[in-house]
């Protein structure tokens, strides 16, 4: 039987998201790849119980996570129901709807239909009555943006999420997002984009958006897919995404000079006393319009590394100087990693 540690709420720092009364943990636990039913589940109740006693309350999903999809959601909702039930109240869980979930015209991107089924079908495999927060995870190029938000204010009026949030929207679509919403008389809560110390591209104008309309930032893929680790120090690992063929990371993309800044960054991170993934995630952290951090993981050691990320001291101007001439310098970083 599941006993959380008593001491977990003292270790964890939290943090306000955007314009709101929530306080989301320093990093969230993401289910995107691992949790799925293709990996054994005691790993993943490991993952789960351990990030719990943690301090971590925000765990991320949606409907596709797996594979296959939709099993991440079983995997969460299995371990809900035998250890994690007394603490629901306790704890921030969200999901998404925007990627392929089924054949047909409504089983995907941003439709009133698509989106409002697919919350009632996470729901169902999670064992849930309502989720903390529904996402729009992807723009419609071809819905108007009216329908999509439409159909958020009416997962949070029907009871069914208490927050509405989007993920990878454009800085000009997240900003009509936040104005449908709020004239529906819904906050846009959150906004999930990819980014780290390799791709900068938040900082252009969405970041802007999000402090201007009091939406947090709860950045994805804030290692780059493993390459803001110490994986990659001595090359490429022959257990590593790169060298298995991801299609989120190549191998022809790890370059000799990308190598190079790795090593760089590392050398700043352990000048302060933190491993390169710490401080890849307090970097995030360094904008007030963060609110967390979304990790993801395979073993629990990865999950408390970066946890520690929130005891590292603040960025003095000559670190941020030194980090922004290793990620800025040509040749161009490495991106969408």
């Known amino acids: ?16 998201a955007g314009r709101s009364g929530l306080k989301l943990p320093y990093v969230s636990l993401g289910l995107w790849h691992n949790f799925g039913g293709l990996f054994p589940y005691e790993n993943s109740r490991e993952m789960v119980l351990g990030a719990f006693d943690l301090g971590i309350t925000h765990f991320d999903l949606a409907n596709n996570y797996g594979p296959p999809p939709g099993t991440a959601e079983e995997t969460f909702g299995r371990i809900l129901r035998q250890d994690l039930a007394p603490h629901r109240d306790e704890m921030i869980i969200s999901t998404k709807a925007g990627y392929l979930m089924w054949e047909g015209p409504y089983g995907e991107w941003g439709s009133r239909k698509y989106l409002l089924a697919s919350l009632d ?102 290692l780059a897919q493993g390459l803001l680790t110490d994986r990659y120090l001595n090359g490429i690992p ?16 790890i370059t000799p000079a990308l190598l190079d800044k790795i090593k760089a960054l590392n050398a700043v991170a352990m000048a302060r006393g933190q491993t390169l993934a710490q401080m890849a995630i307090s970097w995030l952290h360094n904008s007030p319009v963060t ?47």
Do not use: W
């Open 1 to 16: 039987m599941y006993k959380a540690d008593g001491k977990r709420y003292g270790t964890m720092l939290y943090k306000r």
């Open 121 to 222: 079908a996470s729901l169902k495999r999670m064992g849930l009555s309502y989720v903390d927060i529904f996402y729009s995870h992807r723009p419609d190029p071809d819905t108007p943006l009216e329908e999509t938000m439409g159909a958020l204010a009416q997962a949070v009026k029907s009871g069914k999420a208490l927050y509405a949030a989007i993920s990878n929207y454009p800085p000009e679509q997240a900003e009509k997002a936040a104005d449908l919403l709020e004239s529906m008389g819904i906050h846009c809560l959150l906004h999930q984009p990819r980014y780290n110390l390799f791709d900068r591209g938040p900082e252009g104008g969405l970041y802007k958006v999000l402090g201007k309309k009091g939406i947090g930032a709860i950045p994805f893929s804030p």
């Open 238 to 253: 022959e257990d590593s995404r790169a060298a298995g063929g991801s299609v989120f990371l190549k191998k022809e993309q």
């Open 291 to 337: 609110a967390s951090v979304i990790i993801g993981a395979s073993r629990l050691t990865q999950i408390r590394d970066c946890a520690r990320a929130q005891d590292g001291a603040p960025f003095s101007e000559e670190e941020l100087r030194k980090i922004d001439g290793i990620t800025l310098a040509q040749p161009a970083a490495f991106q969408k990693a």
